[in-house]
């Protein structure tokens, strides 16, 4: 502990990091430099820096960034050029800002002299590794603190007790018995866990969700949504050009209206053990049904089916922390190469929960109407083409059955 002179901490100003920002001051005896990230949460975090002050914290330690626009640029758009689902289903929405918060983490130890990193993952989830593996990818001397994982203090009892002993102050929510769910915020989604949740049979309540309306309670008239896409990303909504930050704010707008993007899920975690979790992801469900049609006119078959395949463990990689691994990084190359001609327009009807693609198009397309038409093609396609085509895929099946005939 006596050679760590000053550790960067992950820090949001909520019960739990400010426990820890106490108890690595009273267990480590060093300067601590604090670091709050605004990814899009949505809350106010001034707050964060006027209880690091009363902590002790010296103003030039407080770092506060705003990481919005990098967060979707350089980490939810190439995310979603890969059309990432983890287990078919989650956006990885918490995934996928882990790396973003490690990475800002080590720019700050390095340009304040830090020897260490700290977070508040627990030891049972998978932010601990995703946090780890980015800390050691970029910065592989570094020193981390999980405190977690050395402390005693593993009940919400006993964080509260620290914390009237060390004069930190509790929200009233800790006092009054505290929030029903443990929830987390970004740009691209808020997750729900614990407590009412962690039994797999009890429904969510509708007062937990924050972002969406029910779908039941959405308008009862549909709302088309035009979207422009450059490279495999999206540029413009209904026209207006917009930053990658402004289009997932616009899109969570749109799909909360409307009742798009909850989910209920049971998962497997990286550590072992399955977890039930909610999710809110009005945004990033648009985003992806708006891809996959705005690919579907523009990949070749092959290409878009490699794709496919690759995908779920591009998905894997993000979940378990390797965003900064050598196999994601070549994975993400050929998949931004795949999106060169990835462009044009998709038109969306949001209705009551559902996201439908109702019209495509794109000057690169590869649909070709004269030859995909039911009506004379004017012998753009040979049909009788296909005879020799399926007589010669057949070929192995019919020979694999003369075969058994002849065993039997």
Known sequence: MSEITKVVLAYSGGLDTSVILKWLQDNYACEIVTFTADIGQGEELEPARRKALLLGIKPENIFIDDLREEFVRDFVYPMFRANALYEGEYLLGTSIARPLIAKRQIEIARSTGATAVAHGATGKGNDQVRFELGYYALEPGIRVIAPWREWDLLSREKLLAYAEKANIPIEMKHKQGGAPYSMDANLLHISFEGRHLEDPKAEAEESMWRWTVSPEAAPDAPRYLEVEFQKGDIVALDGTKLSPAQVLTRLNELGGEHGIGRLDLVENRY???????????????????????????????????????????????????????????ALQVLIDHTQAQVEGWVRLKLYKGSVTVVARDSRVTLFDQNIATFDDDGGAYDQKDAQGFIKLNALRMRIAEIARRKRL
């Not at 945004?283 to 995908?311: Q, Y």
């Open 271 to 329: 550590v072992g053990m399955k977890s039930r979790g909610c999710y809110e992801t009005p945004g990033g469900t648009i985003m992806l049904k708006a891809h996959r049609a705005m690919e579907s006119i523009t990949l070749d078959r092959e290409v878009a089916h490699l794709k496919d395949d690759l995908m779920p463990r591009y998905a894997a990689l993000v979940y378990n922390g390797y965003w900064w691994s050598p196999e994601r990084r």
